[in-house]
């Protein structure tokens, strides 16, 4: 079974720095594209990041690039987001998600964890 | 403001047919493979549909997926109460800022 496990999410204040973690289990990590989703409190989906399978391509939202780091550990089975220059609009459940597109430029996410709670406020 | 457009509401009966449109333009849904995810109340996203209009395993015949040009459509057939759920459109964009895409979202009520 398929299982996609979030964690670190905290409340930090703005400025602040967070590292988010996505443990992966159930499937062959190494072979697949991985993404960041967030979601705003009474908000919609927004796209954050992806990263290939080997870590050789990742590509963010414009919305974070320059401030969030996304990168993975095949030997530890874990994504990461790291998040830098935290804002308030950077309050959301983020959501690690599984894509298994032959390529990265396509949007197929078949397996979504629960996600995890940042709140930057002060 | 989202790139993918979609209307933010939509209601028809138990047993009826309702569709959700999805307009985009060139750099995203007219030249890449278009996705779609049902979100229950208080859960994660689940796809329903992938490239334009497959269905993963799992997912009932109810539910299909079109692309035409730069829009893409999501329909739902034979409507049930469990349907009830926020409905996002997803694609590739290509332009300068390369990266993923989302709608709105559609909240579908079932009266």
């Known amino acids: 079974e398929v299982q996609l496990v979030e964690s670190g999410g905290v409340v930090v204040q703005p400025g602040g720095s967070l590292r988010l973690s996505c443990a992966a289990s159930g499937f062959t990590f190494d072979d697949y594209t991985m993404h960041w989703v967030r979601q705003a409190p009474g908000k919609g989906l927004e796209w954050v990041s992806l990263?290939?399978?080997?870590?050789?391509?990742?590509y963010y939202a414009d919305s974070v690039k320059g401030r969030f780091t996304i990168s993975r550990d095949n030997s530890k089975n874990s994504l990461y987001l790291q998040m830098n220059s935290l804002r308030t609009e950077d309050t959301a459940l983020y959501y690690c998600?599984?894509?298994?597109?032959?390529?990265?430029?396509?949007?197929?996410?078949?397996?979504w964890g629960q996600g995890t709670l940042v709140t930057v406020s002060s | 403001q989202s790139v993918l457009t979609q209307p933010p509401s939509v209601s028809a009966a138990p047993g009826q047919k309702v569709t959700i449109s999805c307009s985009g333009s060139s750099s995203n849904i007219g030249n890449n493979y278009v996705s779609w995810y049902q979100q229950l109340p208080g859960t994660a996203p689940k796809l329903l549909i992938y490239e334009n209009n497959k269905r993963p395993s799992g997912i009932p015949d109810r539910f299909s997926g079109s692309k035409s040009g730069t829009s893409a459509t999501l329909g739902i057939t034979g409507l049930q109460t469990g349907d009830e759920a926020d409905y996002y459109c997803g694609t590739w964009d290509s332009s300068l800022s390369a990266g993923g895409v989302f709608g709105g979202g559609t909240k579908l009520t079932v009266l």
């Open positions: 998600a599984k894509d298994p597109s032959p390529t990265v430029t396509t949007i197929t996410l078949d397996y």
């Open positions: 990263i290939s399978w080997d870590g050789g391509s990742t």
